[in-house]
């Protein structure tokens, strides 16, 4: 086990592709914002991103970026995942990034004792780092706080400093996604599954022994935040939700993923589900939409596919583990492109840092670290019991 390292890595991922107006500008303003924090509040951190597929035609995200150069105790790293990676999957051709996979690398890599997933220009309240630098966070246990999606102009964005910025944002009008109670049909666990892509912060133990998101072969990535927690609570991680005044910001823009998916109900399909929720029940309707994998999916910009129902791809796995049923990763054990030789580059050095240069190549030297690490065997010993 490593002798000393980050308490927290935060991972994103993006690419230099004009996904949004002003996009690089956003996030070396949400990265340099989250490295001043963790800086300001001493915890030794790391900040992980995934530059997937960059554009042959653009600088990479990586050398993009305004940020700083060195730090006492945040460490910012880039990794960058070429075209040949990204064109394993279906409709590669149609989007630019394969979310999960390129999340997936991130963690795989992160050296913090806990991980957590984060989009690249969202903003953390000052309680949520104020919680995490209290070092007390427990390795069988999940972290989630509310997103709120703010209108925010870029030119107010970039010029206050990052308390009156943050003090802004808290006080702007916003659009939380709370916590849903889902349909008792659905027999889920109930867990805050809402927006948890931009913050569920776990032990990395427990990301390992999930292998990351599930596998999609697709560029969709449909609900895999969400099968993230139904699968930690299978094997016995307990969710706490931390009090309102933690929050993720996000600026809106167009690209939002709520705006990006469609259901697609065929005309049988809506008088059958009419029929059966109203002379049937609702638990008929909700077994017909999964056995028959129905109203599928589209996401906005990806015109060659038909994604899963949310009943066939999430609801199912979860209501399964919730009555038991032994979690088995769709991963494979070299998730994460571990056997990948892929170019990490190291943008801003911590002084708990080493001084070796970044390396190009596989993780079988740090992920046998890993496997005998404290927390993975004991997490290991938990599931098992």
């Avoid at 409709?91 to 690249?120: C, D, L, M, W, Y």
């Avoid at 005044?245 to 259901?263: D, E, L, M, W, Y």
């Avoid at 801003?348 to 240069?357: G, M, Q």
Wanted: proline share 6%; aromatic share 8%.
């Amino acid at each position: 086990m490593m002798s000393c390292g980050p308490y927290v890595s935060f991972v994103t991922y993006g690419r230099n592709d004009g996904y949004t107006p002003s996009y690089v500008r956003r996030v070396s303003r949400a990265t340099l914002c989250l490295t001043r924090q963790l800086e300001h509040a001493g915890l030794d951190s790391e900040i992980v991103i995934t530059d997937w597929n960059p554009p042959t035609e653009r600088p990479l995200l990586l050398e993009s970026l305004d940020i700083p150069k060195s730090s006492r105790h945040v460490s910012i790293r880039g990794i960058v995942v070429g075209a040949e990676h990204h064109a394993q999957f279906t409709a590669s051709e149609e989007r630019g990034v394969q979310t999960a996979e390129a999340g997936n690398v991130g963690i795989r890599r992160a050296r913090g004792r806990f991980v957590t997933p984060k989009a690249s220009d969202t903003f953390f309240s000052p309680d949520v780092i104020a919680r995490i630098a209290r070092r007390d966070l427990d390795v069988d246990t999940m972290y989630r706080i509310t997103r709120h999606d703010v209108s925010v102009d870029e030119d107010t964005l970039l010029r206050l400093d990052d308390d009156a910025l943050l003090a802004w944002l808290a006080k702007l009008p916003s659009s939380p996604h709370a916590l849903i109670r889902q349909l008792p049909f659905w027999e889920l666990r109930d867990l805050h599954t809402n927006a948890c892509g931009d913050f569920t912060l776990m032990s990395a133990a427990h990301w390992h022994l999930l292998r990351g998101h599930p596998r999609d072969t697709t560029v969709l990535s449909l609900d895999i935040d969400s099968l993230v927690m139904h699968a930690a609570a299978a094997q016995g991680v307990v969710e706490c939700r931390w009090p309102d005044s933690c929050r993720v910001f996000k600026p809106s823009h167009g690209n939002i993923n709520t705006a990006r998916v469609k259901q697609i109900w065929q005309p049988w399909q809506r008088r059958l589900d009419k029929f059966l929720s109203e002379k049937v029940s609702e638990t008929a309707a909700h077994r017909f939409r999964t056995w028959f994998n129905y109203p599928r999916r589209t996401v906005r910009g990806v015109d060659s596919l038909l994604g899963p129902s949310i009943e066939r791809n999430f609801v199912q796995p979860a209501s399964r583990w919730a009555r038991g049923a032994r979690l088995v990763p769709s991963q494979p054990e070299n998730w994460g492109l571990a056997d990948a030789a892929l170019e990490q580059r190291i943008l801003c050095r911590a002084d708990w840092e080493d001084s070796s240069p970044p390396r190009l190549g596989t993780l079988q030297g740090s992920e046998k670290e890993l496997a005998t690490s404290i927390d993975l065997e004991n997490a290991r010993d938990r599931r098992v019991g």
